[in-house]
T-cell receptor, first 112, second 113 residues
């Protein structure tokens, strides 16, 4: 069965650089959630989209932005990267606005 | 803000034992609760989802219960195996507020042969 696809799986960036993370949902899924999981931490909600509109906002820094495109894939753009941005970034997708969350394998971002 | 707590933080058991992982949450206004498994450095695998109107869900050797009024859920693992070694995360979805999941910090389980 198709799963949530995240790319890239690993990314190494230098401080102050920019990174773009991508999330491709399971077919027919129209909701996307982004989470950040720091080392030894639980996942923290960043932002979500439903039908290409932002539906909720969590602890997302102003340096980050995201959007959901017409094909329902989503991109998380991260600028002026800091060492503390090093983490696993997950997206989860679902059908509708109140659903079971299916997670991707994550993108491991390392900022050096 | 919803606070999700998982006890114990770590657990080591010999193979074959039955075990219980606990999850508690401070706000009983939840839409559902989900248990995940996470292997080191890997993604989250959904194990069981319990809707707020349900009391329990079962999948194979796993059974999850929910007592919404007392803000508690348990994950029961029967006849544990070394392959069950992982971190188990409990997450609640609030009712009526964006539906983003609030996670506990997880229980790190080690099942020894």
């Amino acid at each position: 069965a198709a799963g949530v696809i995240q790319s890239p799986r690993h990314l190494i960036k230098e401080k102050r650089e920019t990174a773009t993370l991508k999330c491709y949902p399971i077919p027919r899924h129209d909701t996307v959630y982004w989470y950040q999981q720091g080392p030894g931490q639980d996942p923290q909600f960043l932002i979500s989209f439903y039908e290409k509109m932002q539906s909720d906002k969590g602890s997302i820094p102003d340096r980050f932005s995201a959007q959901q495109f017409s094909d329902y894939h989503s991109e998380l753009n991260m600028s002026s990267l800091e060492l503390g941005d090093s983490a696993l970034y997950f997206c989860a997708t679902g059908e509708g606005s109140s659903i079971e969350a299916f997670f991707g394998q994550g993108t491991r971002l390392t900022v050096v | 803000k919803q606070e999700v707590t998982q006890i114990p933080a770590a657990l080591s058991v010999p193979e074959g034992e039955n075990l219980v992982l606990n999850c508690s949450f401070t706000d009983s206004a939840i839409y559902n609760l989900q248990w995940f498994r996470q292997d080191p450095g890997k993604g989250l695998t959904s194990l069981l989802l319990i809707q707020s109107s349900q009391r329990e869900q079962t999948s194979g050797r796993l059974n999850a219960s929910l007592d919404k009024s007392s803000g508690r859920s348990t994950l029961y693992i029967a006849a544990s195996q070394p392959g069950d070694s992982a971190t188990y995360l409990c997450a609640v979805r609030p009712d009526g507020s964006g539906y983003a999941l609030n996670f506990g910090k997880g229980t790190s389980l080690l099942v020894t042969p």
